[in-house]
């Protein structure tokens, strides 16, 4: 990834259930928790919430596991 994302841009990312689309919803810079699971993020190392078109759940990404569309 060369440029940084923003809110509301659309990337795609393969994950364990397959190729998936959807919309970065922000950019996390501090450690949270999604479904139970902690994202490990800093301003250091940021990950991005993103929200699937598809199936319509919040994951965590790093920068590299996600391309702009």
Do not use: C, F
């Not at 190729?19 to 994202?39: A, L, N, W």
Request: proline share 3%; net charge positive; hydrophobic share 30%.
């Amino acid at each position: 990834m060369a440029k940084e994302l923003k809110k509301g841009d659309t990337v795609e990312w393969d994950s364990a259930g397959g190729h998936s689309v959807g919309k970065v919803i922000r950019k996390q810079t501090s450690p949270t928790k999604i479904k139970g699971h902690t994202v490990n993020a800093s301003k250091d190392d940021p990950q991005y919430i993103v929200k699937s078109d598809k199936s319509g759940g919040e994951a965590a990404h790093k920068a590299s596991a996600l391309k702009k569309k």
